[in-house]
């Protein structure tokens, strides 16, 4: 894809989710597939184990939206500072206000940012997430080379995103999401396996879960350290 059809794919992108902003905590997108995927994030990144010599999980969740999921894993029991990053300014806003309504803006943070160019220190992070946002960037291998960039050596990625492998994956993501949302590319599970391997992640693991509004999940490591 050129620098220009990517650009405008990010414009169109951008734009729409500064439009949905306001009711996205209401969509109907959030009971039918984003708690779940919430929930599982959850779920794998406990069964990880703890994050780093103090202790504390630091997490990057990238295309935020408003802060949703890490505002329920700031609500376990598990000591955590996150940030989310989103191109959208009214999503960030928002997620801030929820976040400060909750009493938990002391260990969560929002990043106003490109996915494709983060201001992050290299290796600032024990794991990276991005749920149901990956389809919407123009140049996935970048992001991954970002999203590896960012994580310490040992930490995780972990990336949800539709799974178009089967019929109904195809028909929701490849027909039903790409007529709506237009400028999209949902990834087939090898195509997402080898941007992580080109990237330079390891012991990569897949799985599908949901069937109606089929998902899947692509674990990978950034190689060194200790794993979370």
């Known amino acids: 894809m050129s620098k220009r059809d990517g650009k405008l794919w990010k414009a169109h992108a951008q734009a729409e989710f500064e439009r949905w902003a ?51 894993l700031a609500e376990t029991s598990l000591p955590v500072r996150a940030y989310g990053l989103d191109m959208a300014v009214r999503m960030c806003q928002i997620g801030a206000e929820k976040t400060r309504r909750l009493g ?27 749920s149901n946002s990956f389809h919407h960037y123009p140049h996935q291998s970048v992001v991954v080379a970002q999203m590896y960039r960012a994580l310490r050596p040992g930490g995780r990625l972990i990336i949800l995103d539709g799974f178009r492998d089967n019929v109904i994956g195809w028909f929701i993501f490849d027909v039903c999401v790409a007529m709506v949302e237009k400028s999209v590319h949902h990834c087939t599970a090898s195509e997402m396996c080898d941007l992580l391997e080109t990237a330079g992640f390891e012991r990569i693991v897949q799985q599908k879960f949901g069937f109606w509004a089929p998902v899947l999940a692509t674990v990978g490591i950034k190689p060194g350290g200790d794993s979370t």
């Open 22 to 72: 306001e009711t996205y905590d209401q969509s109907v997108l959030q009971r039918l597939l984003f708690q779940r995927c919430y929930l599982k994030f959850i779920e794998l990144i406990l069964d990880g184990g703890s994050a780093n010599g103090n202790g504390e999980l630091r997490l990057l969740d990238i295309g935020c939206g408003t802060g949703t999921f890490i505002s329920m």
């Open 104 to 130: 938990i803006d002391d260990r969560i943070g929002f990043i106003v940012a490109d996915s494709e160019h983060l201001p992050l220190e290299e290796g600032a992070f024990d794991v990276v997430t991005c």
